[in-house]
């Protein structure tokens, strides 16, 4: 069985909490510096937030490169296999 | 005549332990002094003595052989901090330049082939004084010792500092403090000798992921456990951010003992617990908060987080230090934890008695609703004085206010203030009771984020400089954050209507800017509208003012 595909706003729930904020506005073109308290550390456990509520390994360093939220998000869904279906 | 542990070390004992994605390395006191006698023989070989060179480097043994050969060879060295994974290539290389263009250095030593290329490409000039990767012959290990220990008894290179160190974190160049051996040396016979080793490890043994740009890193993680031949466990800042499971298992593999970090770290760590793999930890004597206010709650939360680890109750400790006195000016003892009850505003020249030291910080927090608990720094180290100043005059303990020091190991730096009873204004706030430090804020706009030094005039300037921000109409500030155990940056910015930028594009481009500036993020950017914002009678921004509406705002 597949897991269901990780979205834009999965990762924008994860990050709210993390950041401790109500909400946040990702959309799929931005990227961490443009969202305020997105920092370093921050980072860091929105990744391990991440990789924990989908038991995958995703690693702080490799999301930090990619240029935008859609690529973190594509990334997710790779790790997790084909979408079902 | 002081001697030195490193003199007297045997060769194959265990100087360094760098960690890595690779593995972990190892360095012996004969690999070490090795590599800087080969290093100081290469840089005596493109420079005079005194010339000042600049290492741009992440932390790593190479780095800090280079730092010890360019000591050795009688020309000062300084640290400086690489590009980090979030900064722009090209910005980071202009601002390097400018910085490398004022200081003037003789030679610039970059130990990764892409900051090296990245400064060239932008400032081809640089290449005359770029130190190149060279083979060079096995330098003379033991007379390469013995000569460091002349130096630090004033024996050779007399007169010439030891290397420099800034004294603000990230918004320039803004004060470099040239240490000089007599300053290193007393700073090691009172801080190391008679407080770390006496009082809080006989067996030191060190961790840290600490930067050695900053001197919490540089002289802890680096300099005092050279001089006294205490193993160093480090990793490079940039791999623990993003891979913090490398500090427990540092920790665990080489059995550490002492580990100095920023009050964030503490935080961070307690929100990290659930996702790192569980290390033995109990071989840690004493963890020490420096760097920015050092809350109790932190302190305690970090061993509640980690005592099925091995962390003891009362192993946090704090130290209140400063470039300028090498480091340290004081340090607090394990087991003998106080937090002061200070309430959150507080006014230079205000009464904060006996009665708001506790012990227990539930009973305080009951106590004193809505106070801050603020870590003791403990006493100061042996050879130091600290008193709160007001009108240049020391007052007496309970008064708060700007705290002077007068220390064996002060240096200074150029242009310093000086008190009229010859100590040091620190800018720093806090009060002193029984004998001990409570260091609460900084005089200036100051914004201290996760350990970084940020000028608020410095952030509004770069944040008003991103179209659709209205020219000085911007304010910037800290709010202390409990989840973090640090001060966000919060920005509030007059949008310029008539220039078609939307609030969210001017929210964005302002929290890039920033963040490309000065590595750190704003916690919050607040797009206002024109007319928000106060100012002052006397037409400046109100900084304080603008802050306690913001707060109201936020609350309602």
Redesign the interface.
């Known amino acids: 069985m597949t897991a269901a595909a990780f979205t834009l706003d999965e990762l924008a729930a994860i990050a709210a909490r993390v ?2 904020v109500r909400a946040l506005a990702l959309s799929p073109g ?1 990227a ?11 980072h ?2 929105i990744m ?1 937030e991440v990789a ?1 509520a989908r038991g995958i390994a995703l ?3 490799e999301t ?2 990619l240029p935008d939220f859609a690529a973190v998000v594509a990334l997710v869904n790779a790790r997790l296999g084909p979408p079902p279906g | 005549m002081m001697r030195f542990g490193f003199e007297a070390a045997a060769p194959e004992a265990p100087a360094l332990a760098f960690a890595d994605a690779a593995g972990t390395r190892r360095w012996t006191q004969r690999a070490l002094w090795s590599a800087a006698a080969t290093e100081a023989a290469r840089i005596a070989a493109r420079t005079a003595p005194g010339d000042l060179v600049l290492i741009v480097s992440r932390t790593r043994p190479e780095a800090m052989a280079l730092f010890l050969g360019a000591m050795l060879a009688g020309r000062p060295p300084a640290f400086f901090p690489p590009r980090s994974p979030r900064t722009d290539p090209a910005y980071f290389a202009r601002q390097q330049t400018e910085a490398i263009r004022r200081i003037a250095p003789a030679l610039v030593a970059a130990t990764e082939a892409e900051t090296r290329d990245g400064l060239l490409a932008l400032s081809p000039e640089l290449a005359p004084r770029l130190l190149e990767d060279a083979p060079a012959p096995e330098a003379d290990w033991q007379a390469a010792r013995a000569q460091f220990a002349a130096r630090l008894r004033g024996a050779a290179h007399g007169g010439i500092p030891l290397f420099l160190q800034h004294s603000s974190g990230t918004t320039g160049i803004k004060k470099a403090c040239a240490i000089t051996a007599p300053a290193l040396v007393a700073h090691f016979d009172a801080y190391w000798r008679q407080v770390v080793r006496a009082r809080l490890a006989p067996d030191a043994r060190v961790a840290s992921w600490l930067p050695l740009y900053h001197d919490l890193g540089l002289v802890m993680a680096f300099l005092m456990p050279l001089l006294n031949a205490a193993p160093i466990a480090c990793l490079d800042p940039f791999d623990w951010v993003a891979r913090p499971q490398g500090l427990p298992d540092l920790i665990e593999a080489e059995r550490a003992t002492l580990c100095w970090m920023p009050n964030f770290a503490f935080r961070h760590h307690v929100r990290l617990q659930p996702f790192l793999a569980r290390r033995d930890l109990s071989s840690m004597q004493a963890w020490i908060s420096a760097s920015e206010t050092c809350h109790a709650r932190d302190a305690e939360d970090f061993e509640a987080a980690y005592a099925a680890w091995g962390v003891r109750p009362g192993t946090v400790t704090a130290l209140y230090g400063m470039a300028e006195t090498v480091c340290a000016m004081t340090q607090s003892l394990p087991g003998r934890r106080r937090a002061l009850a200070a309430p959150r505003d507080v006014a230079p020249g205000a009464v904060l008695g006996r009665e708001r030291l506790a012990t227990d910080l539930a009973a305080a927090a009951a106590a004193w609703p809505g106070a801050r608990l603020i870590l003791s720094s403990g006493r100061p180290v042996p050879g130091t004085r600290l008193a709160v100043y007001r009108d240049g005059a020391p007052q007496p303990e309970g008064i708060y206010g700007e705290i002077g020091v007068r220390s064996a190991s002060f240096v200074g730096h150029a242009g310093a203030a000086r008190l009229p009873d010859g100590g040091f204004p620190t800018g720093d706030l806090g009060v002193i009771l029984d004998g001990e430090a409570f260091v609460l804020g900084r005089l200036k706009e100051v914004i201290i984020v996760a350990g970084r030094n940020l000028h608020a005039g410095d952030v509004e300037a770069v944040a008003g400089a991103v179209p659709g921000a209205k020219p000085g109409r911007i304010v910037a500030f800290g709010v202390e954050n409990a989840a973090t155990g640090t001060e966000d940056l919060v920005i509030v910015a007059e949008r310029d209507a008539a220039a078609g930028v939307t609030p969210d594009a001017l929210r964005a481009a302002i929290a890039r800017a920033v963040t490309a500036e000065f590595l750190v993020s704003a916690q919050a950017v607040r797009v206002v509208e024109e007319r928000w914002l106060v100012k002052s009678t006397a037409g400046k921004i109100a900084r304080e003012a603008n802050r306690r509406k913001y707060l109201a705002e936020q609350a309602a």
């Open positions: 950041i401790g931005m961490a510096g443009e969202v305020p308290g997105w920092d370093s550390l921050n860091t456990l391990l924990n690693g702080a360093e930090a490169v």
